[in-house]
């Protein structure tokens, strides 16, 4: 595996179920982010993790709850989600502040 | 309110004609500027990253930076049917971890 990867790429739940993001980094990064991408608006930062120390919370509902056990890691756990939280879940990783590289996201639908 | 414009398009642009896309940003602490490509249903990917003002070239891609009225664009030379997608402007301040503001994107169709 090269680059980042996300796991999974596609993900059906309902407002009930609890579930997991998974993002992987493979190019020795220290910093990892969350993006929420919905349709025709920006992409919106949600969380990032600089060393595993979570650095920024951008005002995320608690139902969205962030996980990083090390730097090539992060996770995005997902629980009691409505249906405006259906989206494209990005992660990306970058070395210090530089440049971001993006992992191809979850397509995530809540019924 | 810290704001990234960009014109949502779409762009049209025959084949082989340079495409210019604008950015304009409202915070005058940006100091690094960021172009992203994001094709239809991808995720987005790096194309080019500017820091100084003036001209950065990158193969048939040039950013132009100028701080002094707060603008970045992109030209693409060129253009080939496979630079049809959509085109993200990002801007982050220098001492901030990761806080990178997009623009909305503008799309790019070229046409043969």
């Known amino acids: 595996e090269t680059g980042v990867t996300q796991t999974p790429r596609h993900l059906v739940m309902g407002m009930t179920n609890k579930k997991s993001l998974k993002c992987e980094q493979h190019l020795g990064h220290n910093a990892m982010y969350w993006y929420k991408q919905s349709a025709k608006k920006p992409l919106e930062l949600m969380f990032v993790y600089n060393f595993k120390e979570q650095t920024e919370n951008n005002s995320v509902p608690s139902r969205f709850s962030p996980e990083c056990p090390n730097s090539s890691h992060l996770f995005l756990h997902l629980h009691t989600l409505q249906p405006e939280d259906s989206a494209l879940y990005l992660c990306a990783s970058s070395r210090e502040r530089n440049e971001q590289f993006f992992g191809p996201g979850t397509r995530l639908t809540v019924l | 309110q810290k704001e990234v414009e960009q014109n949502s398009g779409p762009l049209s642009v025959p084949e082989g004609a340079i495409a210019s896309l604008n950015c304009t940003y409202s915070d005058r602490g940006s100091q690094s500027f960021f172009w992203y490509r994001q094709y239809s249903g991808k995720s987005p990917e790096l194309i080019m990253f500017?820091?100084?003002?003036g001209d950065k070239e990158d193969g048939r891609f040039t950013a132009q930076l100028n701080k002094a009225s707060q603008y970045v664009s992109l030209l693409i030379r060129d253009s080939q049917p496979s630079d049809s997608a959509t085109y993200l402007c990002a801007v982050k301040e220098d001492d901030s971890w990761g806080k990178l503001q997009f623009g909305a994107g503008t799309q790019v169709v070229v046409t043969p």
């Open positions: 500017i820091y100084s003002n």
